[in-house]
């Protein structure tokens, strides 16, 4: 059963830093890709960012490119997002997630099957 958890949510003021991270266990196969989303409350997951597991190509969206970088660990199945020039409109719920296969765009979330619980973060002074 391949779950995913992710670590390093918090408080952190505009401007600041964090680092996500994601660990996979119970994986039985190379994923395609993992990513990160986020969701704010009463709206829909938001793709910023995803790896290639096996390439390591990363993609970014528009609002995250230049402050974000996503990072992939085959050996240790993790995948880390650090968080740079974090601004208020960056606080919510980020999950991780695992898309085994398939062919449809990585920047959707139906393209993932498996997905962690979450962690929020916090940007505010």
């Known amino acids: 059963q391949v779950q995913l958890q992710e670590s390093g949510g918090g408080l952190v003021q505009p401007g600041g830093s964090l680092r996500l991270s994601c660990a996979a266990s119970g994986l039985t196969f190379s994923p395609r890709s993992m990513g990160w989303f986020r969701q704010v409350s009463g709206k829909g997951r938001e793709w910023l960012a995803h790896v290639l597991w096996t390439t390591g190509t990363s993609v970014y969206a528009d609002v995250v490119q230049g402050r974000f970088v996503i990072s992939r660990d085959n050996a240790k199945n993790t995948m880390d997002l650090q968080m740079n020039s974090l601004k208020s409109d960056d606080t919510g719920v980020y999950f991780c997630?695992?898309?085994?296969?398939?062919?449809?765009?990585?920047?959707?979330?139906?393209?993932?099957?498996?997905w962690g619980q979450g962690t929020q973060v916090t940007v505010s002074s």
């Open positions: 997630a695992a898309a085994s296969g398939g062919f449809v765009d990585l920047r959707f979330s139906r393209a993932y099957g498996y």
